[in-house]
């Protein structure tokens, strides 16, 4: 397929609740959206960088900028098939969430354009995925026990809490105490501990979590490697693991058990389906990540969630856990489960009348 060009598109999405982490408190998601458009079919991808430099070292208007000064141009001209992308953008070093965000929307018009659903080109195994919730720290305990009954009267099937120092300990034996060890629960800690914090940390080991994720900076593999060692409960790797390369060096020094895998930390699904296979052949357990995506990207998450390899339930929640309005046609939980989407490529497009609705800004870029 040769590509006519791409179009950036900004849109405002309010969040139907304040999300607060340890790097943070997000109310509306400022998106990119990426559309490749062929003589033959068109393909979106979505970036996932946050407005501000929190939880990476992207950001929306930086990516915006590295796609059309460089990504773009690399696409130019030139006939591509669902690895183009991927192998053209290698030169540019970093900035895996914009690479991902086109590298997304390429493989997306290619697949429909050849009738084939992603599922069945990275190999799903399954029609539907367990659907966990990620809660956001809150103003009391009271208010975050409320939150979680919620989320269970709903029917997700796992809890997690985003911790923080001093939001720890108390909100994770106050929902043990509330709902019972039946309850699936974990706690992200986003990079917010240090390994001096070990002791504090194993302060939660008495609570039957499924894991603690990135406890400390992403940077520091050999801390999550000797915190492995101080605490029982399972280490989960997040922000540290950036390539199928950085997955097997933090396996093989023992300083995760578990993975969360974020297409848009890895620099796409190419990689991400790779980073799923290093795990698998090691042993080690995934789980499917999520930050704050529209139907588009949710689409593409939950179908990443279907291949053999996923045994936790993920951050792959219904639409309105985070908006009231979806751009696409809403994701639903049911019995606990999303279902992943069928049709080709990534098997939703947005809805016209809702995406001009909450577009700021777009631009296109022609290819000659």
């Not at 704050?292 to 998450?301: F, P, S, V």
Request: charged residues 20%; glycine residues 10%.
């Amino acid at each position: 397929m040769r590509l006519a060009g791409l179009e950036l598109r900004r849109i405002a999405m309010p969040l139907v609740a304040p999300f607060r982490t340890s790097f943070g408190t997000e109310r509306e998601r400022d998106v990119l959206l990426v559309r490749a458009v062929g003589a033959d079919a068109e393909g979106w991808g979505e970036c996932v960088a946050m407005g501000a430099p929190l939880y990476s070292s992207e950001y929306v208007d930086g990516a915006a900028e590295v796609i059309r000064r460089f990504l773009a141009p690399a696409l130019a001209g030139r006939d591509v098939d669902a690895w183009s992308a991927e192998a053209l953008f290698a030169p540019f070093k970093g900035h895996p969430m914009a690479k991902a965000a086109v590298q997304t929307a390429v493989l997306d018009a290619v697949l429909r354009a050849a009738g084939t659903p992603l599922g069945g080109f990275l190999g799903a195994v399954r029609d539907r995925v367990p659907a966990g919730v990620s809660v956001g720290i809150m103003d009391s305990v009271p208010a975050l026990l409320d939150a979680v009954a919620g989320y269970l009267d709903a029917g997700y099937l796992r809890i997690k809490l985003k911790i923080e120092p001093g939001w720890d300990v108390e909100p994770v034996r106050a929902v043990r105490e509330r709902f019972g060890d039946a309850v699936l629960l974990q706690v992200d800690a986003n990079t917010a501990y240090t390994l001096g914090d070990a002791r504090q940390l194993a302060r939660l080991d008495p609570f039957d979590l499924l894991l603690i994720e990135q406890p400390l900076p992403e940077d520091d593999v050999r801390g999550h490697a000797a915190l492995a060692r101080l605490v029982r409960t399972p280490i989960c790797l997040d922000e540290s693991i950036v390539s199928a390369r950085a997955a097997a060096d933090a396996i093989a020094l023992g300083a995760c058990s578990i993975v969360n895998i974020k297409p848009g930390r890895v620099g796409g699904y190419l990689e991400a389906r790779r980073v799923h296979d290093v795990c698998v052949a090691n042993g080690v357990a995934v789980w499917a990540g999520g930050m704050l995506e529209t139907g588009l990207g949710r689409a593409a998450n939950v179908t990443l969630a279907a291949l053999p390899g996923f045994t936790l339930p993920g951050d792959t929640s219904a639409s309105d856990r985070y908006y009231a309005r979806d751009i696409t046609a809403p994701f639903v939980l049911e019995a606990g489960h999303v279902a992943v989407p069928a049709g080709p490529g990534i098997g939703v497009t947005p809805i016209p009348d809702v995406l001009a609705e909450v577009t700021t800004a777009t631009s296109w870029i022609p290819f000659k």
